[in-house]
Nanobody, 119 residues
């Protein structure tokens, strides 16, 4: 089992910045493969950013150039630095980890942290 705990959400004005964090514990050996998703009211959950299995970042086009994903492997922590925030960034942000172990795919989610951007 893997446990994911997000923190750092809050209320920020448009143009401002916020950093959310995800701390992983349990059966995890690498932060590669971890990522961030978000879900706004009435919409499907969407990918925001991930750290690929080779350690490179990948971003949704809507956040490219504004958001940065990074991690601390020793602390099993992944961060999402969000700059130049827009009202459309308002959503619950979820941490995700989906490893493939012994041929079986697992899918873990955190509880989510609310990010609200005011106009």
């Amino acid at each position: 089992q893997v446990q994911l705990v997000e923190s750092g959400g809050g209320l920020v004005q448009a143009g401002g910045s916020l950093r959310v964090s995800c701390v992983a514990s349990g059966n995890i050996f690498s932060i590669n493969g971890m990522g961030w998703y978000r879900q706004a009211p009435g919409k499907q959950r969407e990918l925001v950013a991930i750290i690929t299995t080779i350690g490179l970042p990948n971003y949704a086009e809507s956040v490219k150039g504004r958001f940065t994903i990074s991690g601390d492997s020793a602390r099993k922590t992944v961060y999402l630095q969000m700059n130049s925030l827009k009202p459309e960034d308002t959503a619950v942000y979820y941490c995700n980890y989906a490893p493939l172990v012994s041929g079986q795919r697992y899918d873990y989610w955190g509880q989510g942290t609310q990010v609200t951007v005011s106009s």
